[in-house]
């Protein structure tokens, strides 16, 4: 059986999500833009009209609006939003200062792609071919809600693109992909 998500509260979701973009100083296409959806997914949700379906740019926005995985849910069901983990310690300050850096440094895109709360499934630098000492780093997230046959599926995609990205020849030998945090 379905969930009649009609009853949930969109209006009350549609006014956290703009108080939390107003507060960040942020615009609904500027939204938009670090969230990878259209303008007008942003509006939608801003609306408040109750949907049948949940959005798919919810949690793309979540984390542009500084809460955490699952805080757009937790508003429709009633509840508040969850604020996104940061990071402290001994070491907060200093890491603080690095992000900083790092925001000067990377497009705007890239570093909310690195702080991004997705599961890490693996990442590495690779040589650019013909040019000396010119590299790529990338790095492969999942889905936060992804299962163990998509996160699967995930690595499988991504180690047919790396290869092609190291320019190897495509092998079929039935080799188990394996996260790796920095091969």
Known sequence: MTEDRTNLQWAALATAIRTAREARGLTQPKLAEL???SEGSVQNL???KPRSRMPQSLAKIEPHLGWAVGSGRAILDGGEPIPAPTSGGSAGRDSGQEADRLRKKLPLRIVDELESDDPLLDSTVIQLPG???ARMTVVVHGRPDATPQQIQDALLAWRQAERKLRRLPDDDGGDE???ANGS
């Open 35 to 37: 969230a990878g959806v």
């Open 46 to 48: 801003e609306s408040g």
């Open 131 to 133: 040019v000396d000492g």
């Open 177 to 179: 992909p394996q996260a």
